[in-house]
């Protein structure tokens, strides 16, 4: 039986996500707090990752170890690093990497050490089917998810994309860095903080997950203050809608 696992990078996000399972029970571990339950008749886990790919990487291994999910979705919001992409726009992950990795000249930059890879892809079906869930949403318009107010504020008009996303221990908040990380990686679609390294334990655990990533920023001078009203007003909701339509799709 499918026991899926729903990890969040921000505790209001997840917080709505939570209020979604019935039949609850919370198991406390290592300063987390897991949620196990159902939301309509899937079973779920349901846990704020903290922030960082260090934090990230203990609650997805929590998740697999303690609780034997099947199957984990990891939902949060992303600075956007490719041109046209706007707040409010949604990106699944195809593949992931760690923009932050380093260890030459023992082996190239980025290389996961002794994984003979750089980039963890992320599971065919799964980022499908969270493809379909977002779509559903799109296609019943955006106001049904966050209201009206915040579709005007941040003039909110989605469009989904799939492809590769960075993760590092920075919040990208300057066009310098921005630049920089891009004339090395020019194909990825956004930055953030934790999928690389969900990626990395589900790969070594064999378990299948996407990145779900709703662009909050455009990750320069600006990301701070879009990503804190954000944050607020509308991720959470986002959170909400896409966990809602997923467990109708498992
Ligand atoms: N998450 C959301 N925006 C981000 C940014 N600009 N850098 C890193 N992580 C993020």
């Known amino acids: 039986m499918k026991n899926i696992g729903i990890l969040g ?16 029970t919370v198991v406390k571990i290592a300063n987390r707090e897991f949620v ?5 008749n899937v079973r779920c886990v349901v846990a704020f990752s903290k922030w960082g ?12 170890q303690e609780f034997g999910v099947t ?3 990891f939902i949060g919001t992303a600075g956007a690093m490719a041109d046209g992409l706007k707040v409010g726009d949604i990106v699944i992950s ?3 990497v760690q923009h932050d990795l380093d260890a030459r000249p ?8 002794l994984l003979n890879r750089t980039y963890v892809d992320s599971d065919p079906d799964l980022t499908a089917l969270a493809g379909r869930a977002v779509n559903n949403l799109i296609d019943k318009g955006v106001k049904n998810m966050v209201g009206e107010e915040a579709v005007k504020e941040f003039n909110l008009a989605p469009t989904l994309y799939f492809g590769d996303i960075a993760s590092g221990d920075q919040f990208i908040s300057s066009d310098a860095k921005r630049q920089e990380i891009l004339s ?3 194909d990825i679609l956004c930055v953030e903080m934790e999928g690389a390294a969900v990626a990395q334990v589900c790969l070594e655990f064999n378990t299948p997950f996407t990145i779900i990533r709703t662009i909050s920023d455009t990750a320069n001078h600006n990301a701070h ?3 804190n009203k954000f944050i607020v007003e509308v991720a959470n909701a986002y959170s909400r809608a896409i966990v809602s339509e997923i467990v109708k799709l498992v």
């Open 225 to 227: 203050v879009d990503f």
């Open 71 to 73: 199957d984990l979705f």
């Open 106 to 113: 023992i082996i190239p930059r980025f290389e996961l050490p």
């Open 9 to 24: 990078a921000m505790a209001q996000e997840i917080d709505e996500v939570k209020a979604l399972l019935t039949e609850k």
């Open 53 to 64: 790919k260090v934090a990230a990487t203990i609650t997805a291994t929590l998740m697999i």
């Open 36 to 40: 196990v339950g159902k939301i309509g």
């Open 184 to 186: 090395f990686l020019p």
């Open 94 to 96: 195809k593949r992931l």
